[in-house]
């Protein structure tokens, strides 16, 4: 009796075990299995211009990326709401830039904090010089936390034609710190033989800039941490003019982000984005892709759910 209790007790042990071990692949398999919401596919479609140069294999990839993505990453918000919206941009934002990498995890992101306007950043010790940024990203411990203003994160979609998006900049200095530092050189996922040129060409690309001979961003040049992120703004913003303006510069990034987006971006997003629609109809055609409307397809199912 002793010696069953005993193999019993370690096989509950090993079960036990093996449960703890593989509590994030069951959890994940469960996200994945899910129906990705229809609403968050017309903010897709609405909203998000790099959504819509995929191929419809890759559309349904980026979804469950955006899908894993918001089950696992806390988003709170300052005297805010953290609705749909929010949400998916914020996804958005982490997502696309990865969007190239295989089983790549933001472990060292902890929270993303949404404010309501722009954010106060302390200079000194004494609290006495102060400066307003809308974004930003906080070091805390092994973590680190994305602070993103809400209108300029909308604002980072809406408008593709400026080069700018604050919610790709700051997870641009997240994935920049995945090798432990903030410096503009993302070794943890750059080919070691890029490591030399990259600097060099930073370098040279920082000096035009302070020069004013360049069309990147001035913040850019603040230090190589900024250029970094401002250059992966205008990288998945303006792709086409980067590579004609910037070749190399534009030819090095396709190898950091394993991504080379300028083949994919000969679309007219202003006819193809409605950031500033109505909601969604019940007798628009479903977003979902069925061809039937709305009020016939998922409407449906999003009744059935919420009673």
Known sequence: MGYLFFIALVAGMLLLFYRWATRKQRRRKQVLAQDFPVEWRKILKDRIGFYHTLKEEDQRRFEKMLQLFLSEKRITGIQTEIDDLTKVLVGCSAIIPIFGFRDWEYQNLGEVIVFPGSIKRYQDKDNEAVTEVLGRVNPFQNDHYVTLSKP???QGFNDMADRKNVGIHEFAH???????????IPEAYMPDELVKPWKELMYRKIKAIKQGESDINPYGATSEAEFFAVVTEYFFEKPGQLAENHPRLYEMLTKV?????????????RSLLNPYGKRLGRNEPCPCGSGDKYKNCCWLKKGAAAS
């Open 152 to 154: 300029a994160l909308e």
């Open 174 to 184: 997240i994935l920049d710190q995945a090798d432990g530092e903030i410096d503009g």
């Open 257 to 269: 982000f394993s991504q080379n987006p300028k083949r994919r971006f000969r679309l007219n997003f």
